[in-house]
């Protein structure tokens, strides 16, 4: 099971909302975070391309990077692992907290229900 630091996890989540973005567009939306110089984003993206989390194109000569990984799937991953290693209860559990937020949709919301009931019956 993958874990993602913090940065990561947000440009991940940067792509699922854009779905594509230039290297130049995912720092300009994280710069005020991290305080890092472009280079070093690029840094990142480029290692998370070679983690296979990222894939990238050229398109009109400008490098365009998009999410590999279910934005669904990295959700249950990482709420498993909290469920199991830091609450020692049920993922499914956690499942009200999405009621209210907009990090997923409803789809999503019932797609991750799915892959949580999955993973607990593979216990």
Same mark, same amino acid.
């Given at each position: 099971? *993958? *874990?993602?630091?913090? #940065? /990561?996890?947000?440009?991940?989540? +940067?792509?699922w909302r854009y779905k594509q973005l230039s290297g130049r567009e995912i720092h300009?939306?994280?710069?005020?975070? #991290?305080?890092?110089?472009y280079s070093t984003t690029r840094t990142v993206v480029e290692r998370m391309v070679?983690?296979?989390?990222?894939? @990238?194109?050229?398109?009109?000569?400008?490098? %365009?990077?998009?999410?590999?990984? !279910?934005?669904?799937?990295?959700?249950?991953? *990482?709420? !498993?692992?909290?469920?199991?290693? %830091?609450?020692?209860?049920?993922?499914?559990?956690? +499942?009200?907290?999405?009621? @209210?937020? /907009?990090?997923? !949709?409803?789809? /999503?919301?019932?797609? +991750?229900?799915?892959?949580? *009931?999955?993973? /607990? !019956?593979?216990?």
């Amino acid at each position: 099971m *993958q *874990q993602f630091i913090t #940065t /990561e996890f947000d440009i991940l989540k +940067l792509l699922w909302r854009y779905k594509q973005l230039s290297g130049r567009e995912i720092h300009e939306k994280t710069c005020s975070k #991290t305080k890092w110089a472009y280079s070093t984003t690029r840094t990142v993206v480029e290692r998370m391309v070679k983690k296979d989390f990222l894939s @990238k194109e050229v398109f009109h000569g400008l490098i %365009i990077y998009k999410a590999k990984l !279910s934005k669904v799937k990295v959700f249950a991953s *990482q709420i !498993s692992v909290f469920a199991d290693k %830091i609450l020692e209860r049920d993922a499914e559990a956690l +499942l009200p907290l999405f009621a @209210k937020s /907009e990090a997923l !949709s409803e789809e /999503e919301i019932a797609e +991750l229900r799915d892959l949580l *009931q999955s993973k /607990e !019956s593979e216990k």
